[in-house]
């Protein structure tokens, strides 16, 4: 066996043990104890994390943050993961941001020269772009380890009229305009509910644990309109262009050929009030509320108190 090829499956060996003895390893590679510790010392200086203890029954263990054996790319696949990495330049706030950093660095330097000049022109001409949001978002690690082993948060959320504290398992987190949202289950209550990930003051851990199956996929599958209200505007062609940046209003936009313009016509949950009349009072003159009238209400507030806003 090559001195590559044995390095290469030793870092497989430690990788897979919490703890080993050079006694182990020897055994293991039918070597010397002495070159054990020779081979093991020379993965160390590789980046393999390991740390000694002294004394009777000691021996090496493993850092939690493990070195994977080396992987080799072709071009188009070392392309493919520096093309990944532009998705997360635009967000202040990542779960894996210095990781993130430190691969780039090491793939980047593992490179032909013709290659790694072709990747760093790749930062000056591609952007996957989302809105540069300052509100950072500092527990995602927190969020999404938590989601894996189903552990239980407590959490002190900065809601509308005060910081409020719950108890809850996240099923994941996701990244939407620019901002990291956490879907939850509630631990009193069973349901699912939305938190604004940069909107949690405080995180702690609960030791508690909560078993759902429901999935991030699944969160995605369930909405359910509980209490149906029907909602249909007419839009200009600036209000198309508007409400197709919205994913639960853009299927439901019927065209206009002749005008630009368009329509639509779909189902809302009453809960949503609010929300919608906000984002329709903002398109202004390029959308036009026909029902529901609660809607159609809530804009002739907003309109109503800007106008006296800006008359005193």
Do not use: C
């Not at 779960?95 to 930062?123: M, T, V, Y």
């Not at 609960?206 to 309109?225: P, Q």
């Not at 839009?235 to 005008?259: A, F, H, K, N």
């Not at 029902?291 to 507030?301: A, D, G, Y």
């Amino acid at each position: 066996m090559s001195k590559a090829k044995l390095l290469f499956d030793l870092i497989m060996y430690v990788n897979s043990r919490a703890s080993f003895t050079a006694q182990d390893v020897a055994h293991e590679f039918g070597v010397s104890v002495r070159t054990a510790h020779r081979y093991l010392a020379e993965i160390e200086q590789m980046g393999v994390p390991l740390y000694t203890e002294q004394g009777r029954g000691g021996g090496y263990r493993t850092l939690k943050n493990r070195v994977l054996p080396p992987v080799l790319f072709d071009e188009n696949e070392a392309m493919a993961i520096f093309f990944a990495f532009q998705v997360w330049r635009h967000y202040s706030s990542l779960p894996f941001d210095a990781d993130i950093a430190s691969a780039s660095r090491k793939l980047l330097h593992s490179l032909p020269g013709d290659l790694k000049e072709k990747i760093e022109r790749l930062h000056s001409v591609l952007s996957l772009w989302n809105p540069t949001r300052s509100a950072a978002a500092p527990y995602l690690r927190d969020i999404l380890e938590a989601a894996i082993e189903h552990r239980v948060l407590r959490i002190e959320y900065a809601s509308k009229t005060a910081d409020k504290r719950r108890e809850l398992m996240p099923i994941g987190a996701y990244a939407y305009d620019g901002f990291w949202y956490m879907p939850a289950i509630d631990a009193e209550t069973g349901e699912a509910r939305l938190f604004r990930a940069d909107r949690i003051v405080s995180l702690e851990r609960t030791g508690k644990t909560l078993e759902s199956s429901m999935t991030l996929h699944d969160y995605f599958s369930s909405y359910k309109v509980k209490e149906p209200v029907r909602l249909v505007a007419g839009l200009t062609r600036e209000g198309v262009r508007q409400s197709r940046g919205q994913p639960w209003l853009e299927p439901w936009i019927v065209p206009d050929g002749e005008t630009g313009g368009g329509s639509v016509d779909l189902f809302i949950d009453q809960s949503e009030l609010d929300y919608v009349a906000q984002f329709f009072a903002r398109l202004g003159t390029d959308a036009k509320v026909e029902e529901p009238q609660e809607i159609v209400e809530r804009i002739r507030r907003h309109a109503e108190g800007l106008l006296d806003h800006y008359r005193k």
